[in-house]
């Protein structure tokens, strides 16, 4: 017999109730939202940063390499022998005056020998005084950066030494009666005596090329030698010392920085004697030089081929910008010509403006912002004229559009005045890596103390800071 299942009886299901958000809460989730809302508005956005502008100067001395250009003169051994001096290095000789001898006998030679032997006993306190003297120098003014100077000291000091050798050596041999028996010759013409040689003696202002600047190929040999010479080859040079030159490499900013005055004003090798002087300008081969003349000072650089030459400048005072800040901005160029005065206001000056109002012509007088005038233009906001206005001449049938007027670009910075950005037209004294010098007093400038968007391209001329 089949059996009937009973279906289950169901439970009874209870559906959970839904509460409301009370009011608390509603207003804590806004206040939340709000404030994250602000955070993250102040991350994305920041308030422009202001500059205050202060009065400052910039220093634009600097130090150039100069290549001294003398007249020049090897003299060369007649005959072969030991050379025996009378003239020490840098002295000056008059035309026809003994400048060294040729030893044939060997006496000088002997006194030589004799004196190296006793030890230097024959030089005088005077002799080493004079050498110590010109060690100090030497330790006063070396530097690392400057270390190859020390091989040309070497030299200098060893001349020196050879120099005080042969004076004494010819003494002990007899002095003038000496001299007779030497082959001796004579300078052919009046100049300083110098025991050097490096291959520039032949060169002029027009050889100049940098390759001459290069220090680290040139090569400077001493003429004097324990060993004898060979006839014909140099023994000495006489230089000229009536007049010479300093020829001076420069770059293209440097050259038309010193270009913008006739006079330089400069020292040599950290002389304290500040020298002031015209100069000739040179461009060659796409290089840049200047070239100052004397006719003395000859003696002090005579064994010297490379000169430090030290611009100085008077310090360019203004007011100090940053370079970010600064912007450029485009001005209409009106000729001076159209402007006229109100008959209420002399010091006024206006535009007569040509207007059609009913067919009839009429004119207006526009007092647009001018930035500044020269000569021939006024150079006119752009914003404060109307593009296809007619200008017409006082007194006169000439008219000029405006449409066609040239545009001259501007450099000025955004003056953050009662909290709005405007623009102030800026002329740059020096310009440098990270702030300019500009005139003070200009019109439609800045002052002292004014406050500038430090970033000139954060904001656009008009616009109101937060």
Known sequence: MATIKRKKKMSDFKKPELK?????????????????????????SSSPVIFTVEQSSYDTDFTATGLAIRKETLVTAKVSGMPYYYVRDGQKVSKSSNIYAMDSSGSIQ????????????????????????????FKTGF???????????????????????????????????VSNMLNADKAPFSGLVTYYQDGYENVTVKDISPELF????????????????????????LVDDESWEIAILLTKEEYEKITKSSMISYTINDSSRKLTTDYEKLEKDGNYYIIVSFNKYISQYVNER????????EESSGLKIPQTAIVEKEAYMIPVDFLTSGADDEEKIYFTQQVYKAGKETVDLISPLIYFQDERFCYVDMSEIDSDAVLKKTDSDETFSVATAARYTMSGVLCVTKGTAQFRRIVVKVSGDDYSIVEPGISYGISRYDRILLDGKSMNEGDMLN
């Open 20 to 44: 409301m958000p009370g009011f608390g809460a509603i207003l804590f989730t806004i206040v939340f939202i709000y404030i994250l809302i602000m955070i993250i508005n102040s991350i994305n």
């Open 110 to 137: 002997d006194a030589m020998e004799t004196i190296q032997a006793n030890g230097g006993d024959a030089f005088t306190s005077d002799d080493y005084s004079n050498l110590k003297k010109q060690i100090k120098m």
């Open 143 to 177: 530097s690392d950066s400057s270390f190859g100077d020390m091989y040309s000291f070497k030299t200098s000091i060893d001349n020196n030494l050879l120099e005080l050798f042969e004076e004494k050596a010819i003494e002990m041999a007899g002095g003038s009666t």
């Open 214 to 237: 290069d220090k680290t190929v040139y090569s400077k040999q001493t003429l004097k030698t324990e060993n004898g010479v060979e006839a014909g080859s140099p023994v000495c040079k």
């Open 306 to 313: 490379f000169l430090d030459i030290n611009f100085s400048f």
